[in-house]
């Protein structure tokens, strides 16, 4: 026969449902937090090992961090990336990635940003030479000392080879105009 200990009150025990809450209340996060956050800062380390050389080099990262990315970078098992990353996760978690998290959000951002205005700019050079008066004056209005002479020129020529399906010589050409444009409107 089982019997019940009338003590026993489950509002007291460690095992209810209110127990990862009071150990938020009292400044202590909950295991399910703390595992959200490993995560979160292991994709920040494959972010991080993703990057190319030159973002790499343009991020202040501490040495020890910085020498377990390039060794990640090496690895081709997929038993020691693991492994590897999971130690960059935790040089993450050590260091406070804050400051680290800033600058990657910064560099992917330029990546986006970048991606955007070169699909912009693909848009546009289509439109010029599928013959888009619409096209044509949002680059105007957009580019007011672009050499429209020169422009056109750009444009009879893409369209040109275009019928007579030849490589895209001009088309490209035109598009490098437009990125030069770009260019010199950003600095």
Known sequence: MVTMNSS??????????????E????GRPNKTQLKREAHHLLDVGDQIIKLSADDLDSM????????????????KSNSGLKRQRQYIGKLLR????????AELRRILHRHDTNTAQF????RWRDQLIDNNRQ???????????IDR????????????????????A?????????REMEEALTT
């Open 149 to 168: 002479q020169h422009l056109n020129q750009l444009i009879r020529q893409a369209v040109k080879e275009k019928h007579q399906e030849k490589a895209p």
């Open 60 to 75: 202040s990262l501490p040495v020890e961090l910085r020498e377990a990315v390039d060794i990640a970078r090496k690895i």
């Open 23 to 26: 150990n938020i209340e009292h």
């Open 8 to 21: 026993y009150d489950i509002g007291d025990s460690n095992h209810d449902a209110g127990g990862d809450d």
């Open 119 to 122: 699909k912009r700019l693909e």
């Open 170 to 178: 001009s088309s490209r050409k035109l598009f490098r105009y437009l």
């Open 135 to 145: 096209a044509f004056d949002e680059i105007i209005e957009r580019y007011p000392d």
């Open 94 to 101: 050590t260091m406070g990635a804050d400051e680290v998290e």
